[in-house]
């Protein structure tokens, strides 16, 4: 998400544009944006129950986003992080992307760096890949770049995040949650849980995640072979 943050702040800076978040989640970015800047769109209806819930002020959609339920043209900008290795056809998610864009708007992207390949990361990879419906691992810049160019767009920079540091703490996170039934697929079901000993876990884990954050920032100082995501800026042509 700091990838995906600065490339956004780095194109976009103090203007106020209709943003699209793609596969928001929870509502990944809505709280660095303002409500009338922001749409989110994700396929995963209780994910946007709880978005509504933590952003109400927000418009959130279920929608595919290979047939996306926006007219052409409307959107200036979208985000969409971490959500090609979820789809099967990623092309097609590409082209609807820039169907709802107006010209020269930007596509922030974010995918995994399929040429990382390290003890962690890979750790990390065998862990989620299928609990959450990855149908692929990630991608080369040269197929990502590419992928995005056949899809009417210009590719006009890109940025490499995270690392083994970072998958390091997701595989000690996922262990330890594990403990108390939870997996990346079932996540959602953290903010409906009364349990009071589950509930006294979170908080020791909200109290000790700055710590854990700056831990992660040592990977910006890793050679860019290290870098497990591949964050991209590009035009719609």
């Not at 418009?59 to 992080?81: E, N, Q």
């Not at 992307?97 to 760096?113: E, F, H």
């Not at 079901?189 to 876990?201: I, N, P, Q, T």
């Amino acid at each position: 998400m700091r990838t995906v943050w600065g490339l956004y702040n780095s194109e976009v800076g103090n203007a106020r544009p209709l943003v699209l978040d793609c596969g928001c989640g929870r509502g990944s970015y809505a709280y660095r944006l303002d409500e009338e800047q922001y749409v989110g769109l994700d396929v995963d209806a209780l994910s946007i129950k709880l978005a509504h819930r933590f952003y109400p002020e927000n418009m959130f959609v279920v929608g595919d986003a290979t047939k996306l339920p926006f007219r052409g043209s409307v959107f200036d900008h979208v985000i969409c992080s971490e959500v090609l290795e979820h789809v099967s056809k990623d092309k097609a998610v590409l082209a609807e992307l820039a169907r709802v864009m107006k010209p020269s708007g930007r596509l922030i992207l974010s995918v995994p760096n399929i040429l990382c390949d390290n003890v962690f990361v890979n750790w990390q990879r065998d862990m989620v890949d299928n609990s959450v419906g990855h149908f692929r691992r990630g991608y080369s810049i040269a197929e990502i770049s590419k992928l995005i160019e056949d899809s009417g767009f210009k590719t006009l920079r890109n940025k490499y995040g995270c690392g083994p540091l970072t998958a390091l703490v997701e595989c000690c996170i996922i262990k330890l949650g594990s403990i108390f039934g939870y997996t990346p697929s079932n996540l959602n079901r953290l903010f409906d849980e009364k349990s009071l000993f589950v509930r006294g876990a979170l908080g020791i884990y909200k109290s000790i995640f700055p710590f854990l954050l700056l831990f992660t920032c040592l990977d910006r100082f890793l050679p860019r072979r290290y870098k497990s995501n591949i964050g991209i800026i590009a035009e719609r042509r």
